[in-house]
């Protein structure tokens, strides 16, 4: 693997972190980033091939937020945050019909949802969190395998999820 520090090796090696505890660190840092865009965020706390919890953001067609619940919402930032150490990422989702979500590029996305993104890191590292690039998240951790389907595992499967 190419240019990953010793911390993150460490982490890529760490057991998953099911706690109670890591639940409520993600759940201040939930009530905190709410009260910092002045938006609703979803908590998803499911940990089922994954080693990390998720914060929802959602946008309509507009850029204005809304539940992620409701069915206008258009976009979703999912911001995983890993159990295993200080590590988060982002994945956008795109509302391709009802409730039916599909992955989109970074460099596919509209300038107000790379705005809100760029926030949204800017508040993690005030929380000791690092982001880890693509190019990182995309490498094969050797000796690692996913759950699912015995596959070499990449950085984002190791710290973030097999699925997502």
Not at 76 to 104: C, D, Q
Not at 108 to 129: H, I, M, N
Not at 134 to 152: D, R
Request: aromatic share 14%; hydrophobic share 40%; proline share 4%.
């Amino acid at each position: 693997m190419n240019d990953v520090n010793n911390s993150l090796k460490n982490a890529l090696e760490a057991p998953s972190n099911f706690s109670e505890q890591f639940t409520k660190q993600v759940v201040l840092l939930k009530n905190n980033l709410a009260a910092y865009l002045k938006v609703p965020v979803y908590h998803d706390t499911d940990m089922n091939y994954k080693a990390a919890e998720e914060l929802m953001i959602c946008v309509d067609e507009e850029y204005q937020y809304v539940e992620c619940s409701q069915k206008t919402a258009k976009y979703r930032l999912r911001l995983f945050l890993s159990s295993k150490g200080n590590y988060a990422t982002i994945k956008l989702n795109v509302a391709i019909g009802e409730r039916i979500w599909s992955f989109t590029d970074w460099s596919q996305s509209p300038q107000k949802l790379l705005v809100l993104r760029d926030e949204v890191y800017a508040f993690l590292t005030q929380y000791q969190y690092e982001y880890l690039p693509e190019s990182i998240l995309e490498q094969i951790v050797p000796g690692h395998y996913t759950t699912i389907n015995k596959q070499p595992a990449t950085v984002f499967n190791v710290l973030f999820a097999e699925e997502y």
